[in-house]
T-cell receptor, first 115, second 112 residues
Framework: EPEVTQTPSHQVTQMGQEVILRCVPI?????FYWYRQILGQKVEFLVSFYNNEISEKSEIFDDQFSVERPDGSNFTLKIRSTKLEDSAMYFC?????????????FGPGTRLLVL | KQEVTQIPAALSVPEGENLVLNCSFT??????LQWFRQDPGKGLTSLLL?????REQTSGRLNASLDKSSGRSTLYIAASQPGDSATYLC???????????FGAGTRLAVHP
């Protein structure tokens, strides 16, 4: 069964460093998402992406964050200058469309630790 | 702004019990309500999706109901098994087609 994959599974970085989290969505999906979950807190929406542009973003998704689909398979989340509070599990998700019947399929996540 | 709440936060039951997990949401203008399972350190697995026009959905031992007017959804798990131990999250698709708003989850432990 097709699945969303994410790399790396774990990343440790120093505060102020740039990190790129990678995702390979399911191949025929058109809509892509990033969510994050700070330890012990709710899963929070960050951004949605369709047709090579951002569809919607949350207040969390400030100028330090960017997303890109550099080729036909990868979808990346870049954090330019990481902060301690960026430590979280980051989930990528994808779906074929945005109708009311569409389920978002989630990847296993990347655990980011900022020291 | 949509707020999703889940109670209880944690639940421990003996194997074989039937149980109900609760989810409430503040804005009834939802497109759908989804239930996910999250195993420790893992991603989210979709369990059931109920469209706003539907009242319930079933998959195996799982049954989810939706009452938009009262802002509630329940997940019923029949004949619970130790393998059901996980965190169960509900999420509403509302405000825009793009984003899911999640509850904090119910952490379920089923002991033999």
């Amino acid at each position: 069964e097709p699945e969303v994959t994410q790399t790396p599974s774990h990343q440790v970085t120093q505060m102020g460093q740039e990190v790129i989290l990678r995702c390979v969505p399911i191949s025929n999906h058109l809509y892509f998402y990033w969510y994050r979950q700070i330890l012990g807190q709710k899963v929070e929406f960050l951004v949605s992406f369709y047709n090579n542009e951002i569809s919607e973003k949350s207040e969390i998704f400030d100028d330090q964050f960017s997303v890109e689909r550099p080729d036909g398979s990868n979808f990346t989340l870049k954090i330019r200058s990481t902060k301690l509070e960026d430590s979280a599990m980051y989930f990528c998700a994808s779906t074929t469309g945005t109708g009311v019947t569409e389920t978002q399929y989630f990847g296993p996540g990347t655990r980011l630790l900022v020291l | 702004k949509q707020e999703v709440t889940q109670i209880p936060a944690a639940l421990s039951v003996p194997e074989g019990e039937n149980l109900v997990l609760n989810c409430s949401f503040t804005d009834s203008a939802i497109y759908n309500l989804q239930w996910f399972r999250q195993d420790p350190g893992k991603g989210l697995t979709s369990l059931l999706l109920i469209q706003s026009s539907q009242r319930e959905q079933t998959s195996g031992r799982l049954n989810a109901s939706l009452d938009k007017s009262s802002g509630r959804s329940t997940l019923y798990i029949a004949a619970s098994q130790p393998g059901d131990s996980a965190t169960y999250l509900c999420a509403s698709l509302s405000g825009g087609y793009n984003k899911l708003i999640f509850g904090a989850g119910t952490r379920l432990a089923v002991h033999p």
